[in-house]
């Protein structure tokens, strides 16, 4: 970047300094203003239509639109002029005259960026006195999404995006003048994979998400950032919660994995974190039967099968644990002869988004295969569950054990299970511990370009379920090999420190965008 | 102008000399009345030089905005990277003109050798000719021209004999008045929906396909042979009024006149004189009450200004509207001008391509207010409204359709505020307005 020739200019009284050839608006929030806008995304092509981010420059006779002006050296910008604030109303003005008021009913309000800007910018009152607004009735787009041409301000983010960025381009501006409405192709509907992405792009309630629909009003949902665990992308998202009930599940952008988008698989693999039938309390067998105990038992034992054993462990992880977990197993069965393993679910070919280089739904079905790797787990799960027999401690995190016996693990005397469910073969397991899903624990997980991201605790974990990292410490501790962890980051520096693959992060320096494991090398 | 009556003896017929004169239509026709001349010369010429010609003639566009022609011709790209385009815009769809429609229908032969003169000039390999969908005899005609001067060697691989390839193609619309903004008819040649484009980039830069283009108006086109075959100073010295603006003009005059029809006059020729001794004068029995003198898009003139208006680029200014294409829409004292001004709201509500908030809606809401106001339901509040939503509508979208609209709205507003404020009032007559937009 320093090569690059930067252009100084002045918006609303801030200088700021931006590389030659960027635009007003993105010059703007440099500057900490938001230029107001509709057609204008940053993950698609400019179109200037919406006419929204008008502007005035200081030498310019005309008002300027914001998304698609270049920064000049010595511009200077007013945003809040008179003449720009009046023109920016009166476009307010004019998409409201056929926008239907109906935002009780609207599953956008409270996130619409119509109903933003005209609080903000708008007019108090209506001189739209004629009879009606434009009706149509509400169509179905196929897929998850709803077409509500009513709301439609014809921003054509929808057909910028099939067209771009999907390259499937079946969207199109359809009739001319205030008829015009996003017309689907007849033959098509959006089932392409990245077609749920235009119900983010949309600026109002017009493309809705039939799963979403009448779930929440925005202003209930609390939004946490995550990372999707659908495949080995590592797509950024927000968990949207409400009342501790994910709901929703929308991209978080980050330019080096998934820029602004996510795919459908990705968007709809949410349901498993809210399952009712989960292990809520740990489990102790007790004559061949599961009893409930408290964490303190249960830590004491699971200390006791760990010390009282010796010679072979295994160690079967799900490759969407958290390095944290994987990294605590892996401690934990140090002094044995270990096999590490997992497994994962591999579909044929990727789904890629075509106008995003690298950016696709991938073949590998989980999250942190790379994290597995590189901490030493083997994806060979048939001959870890062939060591069972003979070993003499077998810990299990989070997989859900298809194609293993109940007795498998009941030949294995001192077998952990840890997880959030309880399959039957996990029955035959000495101890059960119970804990947080993904959305329920901090943690980071290693996509398949080596990114080690973070994500956040969306909801709380059910009954006396907690994240693997504490339990893990819990144990380690109570073999005098450690001590308490009160956070996933203490658990992140441990093997930060301990793992060469991970050296030189941390949590500060991972942001909520990530480090490539080859950066952090870098820099040590 | 020629057909169907004989010119009057005002007029300077040059590009109207063959109106009429159907045997001018064929290649052989065309030359034996001293066709292609002008193309052989050019290509003898280097390009630059053909440039300088048409820059120091002082033509300047016809289409309306009056850009000079050799001027536009310098900003093609001096050193060729990419391949050049010349577009000739046929889309004739101003409503109140119709002179490049007759241009194509009596000399095609003229805009084929103008064409084939440009394209040498900024070095395009190929010409795409965009005629309006609903031309189907000009298209017919053009066509045969076409074939024509390809049969007869003038285009083709070695275009009369030059050794250079010269190619042109017939594009025809599909009934859209937008797609003779220049940059909306580059999108529908490339069989996109045809919206304008936002600038920069311009056209030389990255016009068709993405390729360096120049984009002409019929009329200008047909000019540059007759400035090449005669000199650039004898162009210039066509001028009756402002140096600036020289050469002839075709105007297309409709509305209530004894003679409606194109005729061909020297710029900064009287407006008033064009009315009533080429036109005949208006309707027996009938007085002038308005005119607008470009095309519908232009400010509307009341009668003073009308008599007082001078025909050329600034000579319009003056008067406080514009040349234009040089549609000139005559009313006489029946005329309604409240009506008048929502059958234009009408067509403007009709083709705006939806992509501007400003246009999409508020020609629509300018209509419908109209209506209200036809309908005698106006309010004395609704001329202030039509007046800020003009000025909304003014300046701030991508092309000037919405402001051709705010153009009419403001300056009738302006010229004829009675008649509206007589509707409010109840002193006129609700009319019965037929519902619906077009």
């Known amino acids: ?81 008179d003449e720009a604030l009046k023109a920016r109303e009166s476009v307010l003005e004019f998409l409201l005259i056929n926008h239907p008021l109906d935002c009780p009913i609207c599953d956008q309000a409270g996130e619409c960026e119509l109903q933003n800007y005209v609080f903000q910018e708008g007019r108090s009152n209506t001189r739209y006195a004629e009879y009606a607004k434009r009706f149509s009735p509400v169509e179905d787009f196929g897929a998850d999404v709803l077409y509500v041409p009513n709301r439609c301000i014809l921003c054509t983010r929808c057909v910028r995006f099939m067209e ?61 950032p995550s990372v999707c665990t659908g495949c080995s992308q590592g797509c950024n998202i927000n968990l949207d919660t409400r009342s501790d009930v994910v709901v929703r599940i929308r991209p978080r952008p980050n330019p080096e994995v998934n820029r602004h988008f996510i795919c459908d698989t990705g968007r709809m693999h949410y349901r498993w974190m809210n399952r009712g039938d989960r292990i809520e309390a740990p489990l102790i067998s007790r004559g061949g039967e599961l009893q409930a105990t408290d964490w303190d038992h249960a830590l004491s034992e699971a ?141 980071t997980l290693v996509n398949r370009d080596g990114r080690v991201q973070r994500y956040l605790q969306a909801k709380s974990a059910p009954g006396m379920a907690r994240p693997v990292w504490w339990v893990l410490g819990e144990v380690l501790k109570e073999l005098g090999r450690g001590e308490s962890l009160f956070s996933a980051d203490e658990a992140f520096a441990l093997m930060a420190e301990a793992e060469g693959s991970f050296r030189g992060l941390s949590y500060a320096n991972l942001g909520m965008h990530g480090r490539t494991m080859s950066e952090a090398r870098v820099s040590v | 102008m020629g057909y169907p009556h004989k010119p009057h003896e005002k007029e300077t017929v040059i ?100 064409c084939a003169i440009a394209q040498y000039a900024i070095q395009a390999e190929i010409t795409y000719i965009y005629i309006r969908g609903e031309f189907t005899e000009p298209l017919r005609i053009m066509q045969a021209a076409l074939d024509d001067a390809y049969g007869n060697g003038v285009l083709g691989d070695n275009a009369m004999g030059s050794g250079r390839r010269l190619d042109m193609y017939i594009h025809r619309g599909a009934g859209a008045y937008i797609c003779g903004e220049e940059t909306a008819l580059m999108n529908s040649i490339e069989g996109q929906r045809g919206n304008p484009r936002i600038r920069p980039p311009f056209p030389a830069a990255s016009g ?70 080429l036109c005949g004068g208006m309707r027996q029995g009938r007085t002038l009450k308005a005119c607008i003198p470009g095309g519908s898009s232009v400010p509307i003139l009341n009668r003073e200004e009308t008599e007082s208006c001078l025909l050329d680029y600034e000579g319009c200014v003056e008067m406080g509207t514009m040349l234009g294409s040089g549609g000139v829409i005559v009313f006489d004292d029946s005329a309604d001008m409240v009506y008048q001004t929502m059958r234009l709201a009408r067509f403007y509500a009709h083709e705006s391509c939806a992509q501007c908030t400003q246009c999409r809606e508020g020609t629509g809401w300018t209509v419908r207010i109209l209506e209200r106001i036809l309908a005698g339901q106006g309010e004395p509040k609704d001329l202030d409204l039509l007046l800020d939503l003009a000025d909304q509508m003014t ?22 505020r009675n008649e509206f404020e007589a509707y409010m009032a109840g002193t006129r007559e609700p009319g019965v307005v037929a519902a619906g937009v077009g």
């Open chain 2, 208 to 277: 068709v396909f993405g390729m360096p283009t120049t984009i002409n108006n019929v009329e200008t086109l047909a000019a540059v042979p007759h400035i090449i075959n005669r000199g650039p100073e004898w162009y210039k010295s066509l001028s009756l009024n402002n140096e600036k603006s020289c050469g002839t003009k075709l105007f297309s005059v409709s509305g209530h006149v004894q003679r409606p029809g194109n005729y061909e006059v020297t710029m900064g020729f009287p407006l008033g004189e064009l009315i009533n001794d």
């Open chain 1, 1 to 81: 970047m320093a090569d690059q020739a930067l252009v100084t200019l002045t918006i609303e009284g801030v200088e700021v300094s931006v590389p030659k050839g960027t635009t007003i608006l993105e010059a703007a929030k440099q500057a900490g203003v938001l230029i107001p806008h509709y057609c204008y995304h940053p993950g698609l092509p400019i179109a200037g239509v919406c006419r929204m981010c008008l502007i005035e420059v200081e030498g310019t006779p005309k008002l300027q639109i914001g998304c698609a002006t270049e920064v000049a050296q010595g511009q200077v910008v007013k945003v809040f002029g």
């Open chain 2, 395 to 416: 300046g701030k979208t991508i092309c000037v359709l919405s402001d051709s609209c705010a153009a009419v709205v403001i300056s009738t507003i302006k010229r004829f």
């Open chain 1, 164 to 224: 771009h960025v999907a390259e499937e381009p079946v969207l199109n501006v359809s009739e001319r003048g205030d008829r015009a409405f996003i017309g689907i192709h007849p033959d098509a509907t959006l089932d392409h994979e990245w077609a749920g992405n235009v119900v983010d792009l949309c600026p109002v309630g017009s493309l809705i998400s039939k799963d979403f629909l009448h779930k929440a009003r925005a202003w209930e949902l609390d939004r946490t």
């Open chain 1, 303 to 443: 200390a006791r099968l760990v010390s009282g054993s010796g010679g072979r462990a295994v160690v079967l992880i799900s490759p969407n644990a958290s390095n944290e977990a994987m990294f605590l197993a892996k401690r934990l069965v140090a002094q044995f002869t270990a096999t590490l393993a997992f497994r994962v679910e591999r579909v044929d070919g990727e789904i890629p988004l075509s106008g995003v280089p690298g950016l696709a739904l991938r073949a590998e079905r989980a999250a942190n295969v790379a994290g597995a790797t590189a901490l030493g787990y083997r994806d060979d799960f048939d001959a870890a569950v062939q060591a069972i027999e003979g070993a003499s401690l077998v810990i299990v995190v989070a997989d859900d054990l298809e194609g293993v016996s109940r007795e498998a693990l009941q030949k294995a005397v001192n077998a952990v299970y840890i997880g959030t469910i309880l399959p039957d073969a996990a029955r035959g397991a000495a101890l059960v511990l119970p804990v947080a899903n993904t959305a329920e624990e901090d943690g």
């Open chain 2, 15 to 114: 590009l109207s000399e063959y109106f009429g004169d159907a045997e001018a239509r064929s290649y052989d026709g065309w030359v034996k009345r001293g066709g292609y001349k002008a193309l052989k010369a050019s290509l003898e010429m280097q390009p630059a030089e053909v440039v300088e010609i048409v820059k120091s003639s002082g033509l300047r566009g016809r289409g309306g905005a009056g850009f000079p022609t050799g001027v536009k011709w310098s900003f093609m790209p001096k050193e060729k990277s990419k391949p050049h385009y010349l577009c000739c815009n046929a889309d004739e769809a101003e409503p109140g003109t119709f002179k490049d429609r007759e241009i194509m229908r009596w000399t095609p032969h003229a805009l084929i050798e103008g």
